[in-house]
């Protein structure tokens, strides 16, 4: 069974330029979730989708957006890009409504601005 | 709020000498209880969970952790460490509540010596 995947692996960016993430869940899976984990930081929730739907956000400006696709896959946008963006940037799936929130990542994409 | 803690950054053993992972939480009930880990450039690879019921639980590769309430830890063990466990280990919590969060501890660097 395929595992989470994102693509690209690695995205080069200059500031103030905008960054497209991408992510397709384990199959059967509808939640798909993103963390930041950047240097120093640790990792950081970042965003929740379900079913199409963004059912939670974490404490991210705005410019940091995404959406969820019919098939489950999910994008995550960066606009106006900032030096302190440079991170690696982690997908989960779960199961709908998996009441014990047990997530499966992806191997992330490592954003470097520049 | 939810926190967790993972006291030691960075860990050495010797290969097949014991290992014993550390992490502490803050969580109001009964958490919901992960151990990941990730080795160097990779995404994270769940190790172990804790639902409910038995508070020894058991891995993959080896691993086990045991839940103890009275100190709010869940600590990971290996009888005897590989020289391929060398990775950073991560501790996380399930926020309940339909949140889709899972709140990380700032991970432990396990280093293996030969």
């Given at each position: ?5 994102q693509?690209p692996?690695?995205?080069?960016k ?20 993103w963390y ?17 739907e ?6 991210f ?22 030096l ?7 997908c ?6 998996d009441r014990y ?11 470097t601005?520049? | ?18 290992l014993e992972?550390?992490?502490?939480y803050s969580?109001g ?13 990779q ?5 172990l969970?804790?639902f409910?019921g038995?508070?020894?639980?058991q891995?993959?590769?080896g ?5 103890k309430?009275?100190?709010s830890?869940?600590n990971?063990r ?11 280990y991560?501790?996380a919590?399930?926020v309940?509540?339909?949140?889709g969060?899972?709140i ?6 396990l280093q293996?010596?030969?």
């Amino acid at each position: 069974e395929a595992g989470v995947t994102q693509s690209p692996t690695h995205l080069i960016k200059t500031r103030g330029q905008q960054a497209t993430l991408r992510c397709s869940p384990i199959s059967g899976h509808t939640s798909v979730y993103w963390y930041q984990q950047a240097l120093g930081l640790g990792l950081q929730f970042l965003l929740w989708y379900d079913e199409g739907e963004e059912r939670n956000r974490g404490n991210f400006p705005p410019r940091f957006s995404g959406r969820q696709f019919p098939n489950y896959s999910s994008e995550l946008n960066v606009n106006a890009l900032e030096l302190e963006d440079s991170a690696l940037y982690l997908c989960a799936s779960s199961l709908s409504g998996d009441r014990y929130n047990e997530q499966f990542f992806g191997p992330g994409t490592r954003l470097t601005v520049l | 709020a939810q926190s967790v803690t993972q006291p030691d950054i960075h860990i050495t053993v010797s290969e097949g000498a014991s290992l014993e992972l550390r992490c502490n939480y803050s969580y109001g009930a009964t958490p919901y209880l992960f151990w990941y880990v990730q080795s160097p450039g990779q995404g994270l690879q769940l190790l172990l969970k804790y639902f409910s019921g038995d508070t020894l639980v058991q891995g993959i590769k080896g691993f086990e952790a045991e839940f103890k309430r009275s100190q709010s830890s869940f600590n990971l063990r290996k009888p005897s460490v590989h020289w391929s466990d060398a990775a950073e280990y991560f501790c996380a919590v399930g926020v309940k509540g339909n949140t889709g969060k899972l709140i990380f501890g700032q991970g432990t660097t396990l280093q293996v010596k030969p």
